[in-house]
């Protein structure tokens, strides 16, 4: 199975950079990805990673350690649209299933 | 632009009804995917297919089935509607190359 925790909720300032961690556990491992949800919205795509490392996208970066299970997005320059949710999420390998985390809740306060 | 279309944003159901939730993509995405989200439980899979007519069960089937008789199309079907699945239903889709899903505006179901 797999077992993938995100924080609940976090709370950072406008022009700031923020850090979400997730950590997991899986059976198998096919990439590991990020998505945004705003509120009452569909969740949108942003990040994926397969092997080691940094990929930068913009303003987003996300991060990977295969060996240590955890994974990272950073948020640089926070704008106040970035107040969202969250959601990292697994692939299982040989398939085609993403197992989402629970989700973290990002405030972004002025 | 990319598009997956859920037929019904809000629903409001009976228990003991049967219920149908349609999604269809435009993308030609072989694989589909109906999850459902709760707050503090996140999105969870229930059902996946990944070619007409093929099936797979995600992490909570119990209750649900589906049908895939057309590539662009999935249904979720809930036989007999119980309070316990209300719930915001996600629909997605995926090329086969990667795991990138694209989603839905979601159905929200309300049962009585």
């Known amino acids: 199975g797999q077992n993938i925790d995100q924080p609940t909720e976090m709370t950072a300032t406008e022009g700031a950079i923020v850090q979400i961690n997730c950590t997991y556990q899986?059976?198998?491992?096919?990439?590991l990805f990020w998505y945004q949800q705003h509120a009452g919205e569909a969740p949108t795509f942003l990040s994926y990673?397969?092997?080691?490392g940094l990929e930068e996208k913009g303003r987003f970066s996300s991060f990977l350690s295969r060996s240590k299970g955890y994974s990272y997005l950073l948020l640089k320059e926070l704008q106040m649209k970035d107040s969202a949710s969250y959601l990292c999420?697994?692939?299982?390998?040989?398939?085609?299933?993403?197992?989402f985390g629970k989700g973290t809740k990002l405030s972004v306060i002025p | 632009d990319v598009k997956v279309t859920q037929s019904s944003r809000y629903l409001v159901k009976r228990t003991g009804e049967k219920v149908f939730l349609e999604c269809v993509q435009d993308?030609?995405?072989?694989?589909m995917f109906w999850y459902r989200q709760d707050p503090g439980l996140g999105l969870r899979l229930i059902y996946f297919?990944?070619?007409?007519?093929?099936?797979e069960k995600g992490d909570i089937p119990e209750g649900y089935s589906v049908s895939r008789e057309k590539k662009e199309r999935f249904s979720l079907i809930l036989e007999s509607a119980s309070t316990n699945q209300t719930s915001m239903y996600l629909c997605a889709s995926s090329p086969p190359a990667t795991g990138e899903l694209f989603f839905g505006e979601g159905s929200r179901l309300t049962v009585l």
């Open positions: 993308m030609d995405h072989e694989n």
């Open positions: 990673n397969v092997l080691d």
């Open positions: 999420a697994v692939g299982k390998a040989g398939s085609y299933q993403l197992t």
């Open positions: 899986t059976s198998g491992f096919n990439g």
């Open positions: 297919s990944y070619d007409v007519k093929m099936k």
